[in-house]
């Protein structure tokens, strides 16, 4: 279904990735641009969590929903990447890393579901990880201050993307691991 209320929480990650970036290039103030981007990344951030659980509880889940929702988050991190990368507050190569693997992956699962090998594939708890762990890291980025006078988000943000990104290589090794044999029979 392209309109349940699940889809459509999926739906908004997709349109508040242009909200998002928008912000930066408003006329505000960068600690109040930091806040409104950081808030927004949170809010669309918790639909990936919200729509799976509405999924499941009103039983509206659909192969189409399936889909979306990775989009979504990869579309939502890597503009997020992106926009940081711009702003001096991640370095190119370490987004670079994060963005090539979601590409590659991406592929691989496309791969892997043409030659009826997708469960092979499947998305794996380490792959979670790497994803939970950019989801905080961003709006810590985002932020780019003192919360509280005490923390300094951007060295916890920096810290959680770089281990994000030892998880991102580790996943992908994982995935490429698991597709191999796959690979190798269909080579034959």
């Given at each position: 279904m392209f309109f349940n209320?699940?889809?459509?929480?999926?739906?908004?990650?997709?349109?508040?990735?242009?909200?998002?970036?928008?912000?930066?290039?408003?006329?505000?103030?960068r600690p109040v641009g930091n806040l409104a981007a950081t808030v927004m990344f949170i809010v669309f951030a918790l639909t990936d969590w919200a729509d799976g659980w509405l999924a499941r509880r009103?039983?509206?889940?659909?192969?189409?929903?399936?889909?979306l929702d990775p989009v979504a988050d990869k579309f939502?991190?890597?503009?997020?990447?992106?926009?940081?990368?711009?702003?001096?507050?991640v370095n190119a190569l370490v987004?670079?890393?994060?963005?090539?693997?979601?590409?590659?992956?991406s592929a691989l699962r496309e791969w892997m579901a043409q030659i009826g090998a997708l469960k092979?594939?499947?998305?794996h708890m380490l792959g979670k990880l790497k994803t939970t762990t950019q989801m905080i890291a961003i709006p810590f980025l985002l932020y780019d201050g003192l919360v509280f006078g005490i923390v300094d988000t951007?060295?916890?943000?920096?810290?959680?993307?770089?281990?994000?990104?030892?998880?991102?290589?580790?996943?992908?090794?994982?995935?490429l691991q698991k597709a191999l044999p796959e690979i190798r029979?269909?080579?034959?």
């Open positions: 209320l699940p889809t459509l929480l999926t739906w908004a990650r997709i349109v508040a990735i242009p909200l998002i970036v928008g912000v930066f290039y408003l006329p505000l103030e009103l039983n509206q889940t659909s192969a189409f929903g399936a889909f939502l991190v890597c503009a997020s990447l992106l926009i940081l990368v711009q702003l001096d507050r987004a670079l890393v994060i963005i090539g693997r979601e590409i590659a992956i092979s594939v499947a998305v951007k060295i916890w943000g920096t810290v959680l993307l770089y281990l994000a990104a030892v998880l991102t290589i580790w996943s992908m090794v994982y995935y029979s269909k080579a034959r």
